[in-house]
């Protein structure tokens, strides 16, 4: 008999009267793209059916909201209050169930924080833009919060019953509550934002009066048998909210009351615990596990763990040393869906690089595109995807992340692929970043992608510069041009000095960053190159022409900076333009004047220069061309990946 590794991770697990074949669940992730009346499109279906054909054992649909006029927290949430989207819900349900997998909506209200978005045109949303409700009355960011009354709790009561009822008609056989990370129900638990002084607020047993009766009602309703979850935070993680302490007598309120008892941490409206809550690069894995694991020691529920998880090994140890019964991953399933499937089976996890791009890219477009997975937020269109008619022989020129990505899938469909790489290892200019210790992960995907395309039988060649001379002789049907950028330096007196460096040198020594050191330039490269720095007790400043720094379009990450840069004592100098580079260090002109910032090290981050015309060369070099990733316009690795991805698939299709 075969002797499996992980034997309690996939365990079944009985919830209620409902049987989970294994302890790994697909969180709750909310999904934008959707009518603005809440219902979700075949594309959302077939996202989270990706999740069930991968293995998991639940699949949370998040940001279903009990009440669309007073309790949306945003304009694209799903809603159960509205029977038109019973049909599209049925048609999700069975894509996830019909695979193994139960289906869970998480039901959500977002209480004071609910309708801010009175700035769209009138007829776009149907809601009550302004207006919110809250345990207490307050303002919030200059709109007047008003306080329930009995008659808007007992409403508010009846709405998640009847969404619970709603959901459960529609096929979800679990519904995961959501009492955590400052929505409705966290907002009456929490001693600090609860300060009624009627049979809803003070003590700890009327601040969960309301969770309680949720919980009941949805039981009333959906029967005894019907799996209920809630999601708690079992620490606030900042100074104006509460501890373990306070999640441990919250869940020990919540014990018999509920199946099973979802331990978050956190709170979305506080910034600097929000990449706690979603944890970020720079924590370590499972960070947020010894929340459930204290909480496991004090009741008999069920208890879920969530934060930082994809690797298979913590996760078993999790569930055997009973810190927790179930794990909960989010991105983790986002990078790779299959991740539960590989892990049973001894294969390779691509792991979540924690970059939060995923989640930036969610509020800007609508999709979870992940950075490393090209096939997320495009599931539908994998799904009806067919093989090529003719298989080629292809040249990938670069073996950067564009060009791995690019040779691995023209593999994957069947072409006999060539990759050569000008340096004498593959991966590209990112492998500098390899001794970086919140890069760890990035360097693990660059390792992966190199052992994957090995494995599949690319010809791989380095030290291998394709000229146009070598691509003629290879005589191939197919080049794609992966070249990448080289950094520039920035055009002002000065520039060309021995103590100016690029990020790329750095990264690879970073013992040529002695003394003061000043990076021009406050893109994620620099800011991310000074984090590193400062780690290893650098004095550092970053002056950005700019009055902030620049993000790169990844919002979330650029939270989870902003706190390292406090953590680090970073000097910022926004609103700054460097003017020149002297003996003392960065002549510099801003608001104020013209002053020198002293440097011993400068470091040039300001940008990348494309290698367009090394790679347009090779144009007529085979009866296909094709120019991808920064060698058009350097941009991230999600762009990269995504574009690779997408050029190879068409390849031999006609």
């Given at each position: 008999m075969r002797e499996f590794k992980y034997k309690r991770l996939f365990e079944p697990v009985k919830l209620g009267n409902t049987m989970f074949r294994n302890r790994i669940f697909a969180s709750a992730t909310g999904y934008q793209d959707m009518s603005v009346d809440g219902i979700l499109p075949p594309e959302a279906h077939a996202y989270y059916e990706r999740k069930a054909i991968g293995g998991a054992a639940a699949v949370t649909v998040g940001e279903c909201v009990v009440d669309s006029k007073m309790g949306r927290g945003a304009v694209y949430h799903t809603v159960l209050d509205n029977p038109f989207a019973e049909h599209s819900l049925m048609r999700l349900t069975s894509a996830v169930t019909r695979h193994g997998a139960i289906a869970s909506a998480e039901l959500q209200h977002a209480g004071m924080y609910a309708n801010r978005f009175s700035g769209m045109p009138c007829g776009f949303y149907a809601g009550n833009p302004g207006v919110a409700y809250?345990?207490?009355?307050?303002?919030?960011?200059?709109?007047?919060?008003?306080?329930?009354?009995?008659?808007?709790?007992?409403?508010?009561?009846?709405?998640?019953?009847?969404?619970?009822?709603?959901?459960?008609?529609?096929?979800?056989?679990?519904?995961?509550?959501?009492?955590?990370?400052?929505?409705?129900?966290?907002?009456?638990?929490?001693?600090?934002?609860?300060?009624?002084?009627d049979r809803w607020g003070g003590s700890i047993e009327n601040r969960m009066r309301l969770p309680l009766a949720v919980a009941g009602a949805i039981r009333k309703a959906c029967g005894a048998g019907f799996p209920i979850e809630m999601r708690i935070s079992g620490s606030e993680c900042h100074s104006g909210g509460y501890d373990i302490d306070e999640g441990v007598a919250i869940a020990k309120m919540l014990d018999g009351h509920v199946d099973l008892i979802h331990v978050s941490a956190g709170s979305h409206e506080v910034e600097e615990v929000f990449t706690v809550t979603h944890p970020s690069m720079f924590l370590e894995d499972g960070c947020n596990v010894k929340f459930a694991a204290e909480i496991k020691k004090h009741v008999k529920t069920p208890v879920a763990t969530v934060g930082a998880l994809a690797d298979g090994e913590l996760m078993e140890e999790i569930i055997a040393s009973g810190q927790a019964d179930i794990v909960q991953i989010a991105r983790g399933l986002i990078a790779?869906?299959?991740?539960?499937?590989?892990?049973?089976?001894?294969?390779?996890?691509?792991?979540?690089?924690?970059?939060?791009?995923?989640?930036?890219?969610?509020?800007?477009?609508?999709?979870?595109?992940?950075?490393?997975?090209?096939?997320?937020?495009?599931?539908?269109?994998?799904?009806?995807?067919?093989?090529?008619?003719?298989?080629?022989?292809?040249?990938?020129?670069?073996?950067?992340?564009?060009?791995l990505q690019a040779a691995l899938t023209c593999a994957e469909r069947g072409h006999n692929v060539t990759l050569c790489e000008k340096s004498s290892q593959l991966g590209g200019v990112l492998k500098c970043e390899k001794n970086v210790p919140f890069k760890a992960k990035l360097d693990e995907y660059i390792e992966q992608q190199i052992r994957l395309v090995k494995n599949i039988g690319v010809d791989i060649r380095v030290n291998t510069e394709v000229t146009p001379e070598l691509a003629a002789r290879a005589e191939v049907d197919v080049i794609i041009a992966a070249l990448g950028a080289r950094p520039v330096f920035p055009d002002i007196p000065g520039a060309v000095k021995n103590n100016v460096l690029t990020a790329e040198e750095v990264y690879t020594n970073?013992?040529?960053?002695?003394?003061?050191?000043?990076?021009?330039?406050?893109?994620?490269?620099?800011?991310?190159?000074?984090?590193?720095?400062?780690?290893?007790?650098?004095?550092?400043?970053?002056?950005?022409?700019?009055?902030?720094?620049?993000?790169?379009?990844?919002?979330?990450?650029?939270?989870?900076?902003?706190?390292?840069?406090?953590?680090?004592?970073?000097?910022?100098?926004?609103?700054?333009?460097?003017?020149?580079?002297?003996?003392?260090?960065?002549?510099?002109?801003?608001?104020?004047?013209?002053?020198?910032?002293?440097?011993?090290?400068?470091?040039?981050?300001?940008?990348?220069?494309?290698?367009?015309?090394?790679?347009?060369?090779?144009?007529?070099?085979?009866?296909?061309?094709?120019?991808?990733?920064?060698?058009?316009?350097?941009?991230?690795?999600?762009?990269?990946?995504?574009?690779?991805?997408?050029?190879?698939?068409?390849?031999?299709?006609?």
């Open positions: 809250g345990p207490v009355a307050c303002e919030i960011e200059g709109k007047q919060v008003l306080a329930m009354d009995e008659i808007a709790i007992e409403e508010v009561i009846s709405a998640y019953a009847n969404a619970a009822l709603f959901a459960k008609k529609c096929g979800f056989g679990m519904v995961t509550v959501h009492g955590g990370h400052g929505w409705l129900l966290s907002q009456f638990i929490s001693p600090f934002i609860n300060t009624r002084t790779d869906p299959d991740l539960p499937m590989k892990i049973r089976a001894g294969g390779e996890v691509r792991k979540c690089m924690r970059c939060l791009h995923c989640f930036s890219v969610l509020l800007n477009e609508g999709q979870f595109y992940c950075a490393i997975n090209p096939e997320s937020g495009r599931e539908l269109e994998y799904k009806s995807d067919t093989l090529p008619k003719v298989s080629k022989k292809v040249l990938v020129a670069g073996g950067g992340i564009a060009g970073p013992e040529k960053a002695a003394g003061r050191v000043v990076i021009l330039g406050g893109g994620l490269v620099g800011v991310e190159l000074a984090i590193y720095l400062a780690k290893l007790n650098r004095s550092v400043t970053i002056i950005e022409q700019m009055e902030q720094l620049n993000d790169g379009g990844n919002m979330m990450h650029a939270k989870a900076v902003a706190v390292e840069i406090d953590k680090c004592g970073i000097e910022l100098l926004t609103g700054t333009a460097a003017v020149g580079i002297t003996d003392e260090g960065v002549a510099c002109e801003n608001g104020s004047g013209v002053f020198t910032k002293a440097a011993d090290i400068i470091i040039s981050a300001v940008g990348q220069s494309p290698l367009y015309e090394q790679a347009a060369a090779l144009r007529y070099s085979a009866p296909e061309f094709h120019q991808i990733g920064d060698c058009i316009t350097p941009k991230n690795i999600m762009a990269a990946t995504a574009q690779a991805a997408a050029v190879a698939r068409e390849i031999g299709r006609r």
